[in-house]
């Protein structure tokens, strides 16, 4: 029932940088209706994470659409 905007933790901290691949990271955060994906200090790996949503949702109609959802749902507030 929580209705906020979710973020996930830094993507930079060792534990998942290390040990999960950026598209996967997209991939889970945004089927765990994640909102904003946190990288704060990288610029290439913000880059990447752009690069691997924009991927993930032309490549996976439901990813798409639960972006799509996602957006609608802040914006209409």
Do not use: N, W, Y
């Amino acid at each position: 029932g929580f209705d906020g905007v979710v973020f996930s933790d830094d993507l930079e901290m060792k534990a998942i940088a290390e040990r999960v691949a950026v598209e996967t990271q997209v991939e889970r955060a945004t089927r765990a209706t994640v909102d904003v994906l946190l990288a704060c200090r990288d610029p290439a790996l913000q880059h990447a994470l752009f690069l691997a949503l924009v991927h993930a949702q032309e490549e996976d109609s439901e990813l798409e659409r639960l972006s799509i959802d996602a957006v609608r749902s802040r914006v209409a507030r």
